[in-house]
């Protein structure tokens, strides 16, 4: 039987309690209760805070995979991927944020499932790090 969710979760707390550890990450009791005992996926920001506390990617968490290889950095990036991100980054945060939804809208047109991974992981890391800006 596939692992779901609530399972990675609780082999990463290992011999700790989900309740005492998720009010002290800042989950609500109804969180808690909807992810431990309904089995539902959280929503963004209660997934960025349980990555950031068990140290794993949300694509590990949703998936229990990690995103394929070929997409991972090696070595120098090459100077118009340098410049892509200089664009995006010069973008206002509105803007961002509907390129990423365009980009979305493309990639799930492609019906490629490796290039829709590593999408949902930016996606979820674009993610995070805006709300690390709020």
């Not at 009791?29 to 990617?57: E, Y």
């Not at 990639?107 to 709300?131: C, G, H, I, N």
């Amino acid at each position: 039987m596939e692992k779901t969710f609530r399972d990675r979760v609780l082999e990463k707390l290992g011999n700790r309690k989900p309740t005492p550890w998720g009010l002290s990450i800042g989950l609500t009791l109804g969180a808690i209760n909807r992810i431990f005992n309904q089995g539902v996926v959280p929503r963004a920001d209660h997934l960025i805070k349980i990555s950031d506390a068990l140290g794993v990617s949300i694509n590990w968490l949703l998936t229990g995979e990690e995103v394929s290889p070929k997409y991972v950095s090696c070595g120098e990036t090459p100077i118009v991927d340098e410049k892509l991100v200089d664009l995006f980054h010069a973008l206002p945060e509105d803007s961002q944020l509907g390129l990423v939804g365009m980009l979305g809208t493309y990639v799930s047109v492609l019906k490629d499932d490796d290039v829709q991974k590593a999408y949902e992981s930016f996606k979820l890391s674009f993610m995070k790090e805006a709300q690390k800006r709020k």
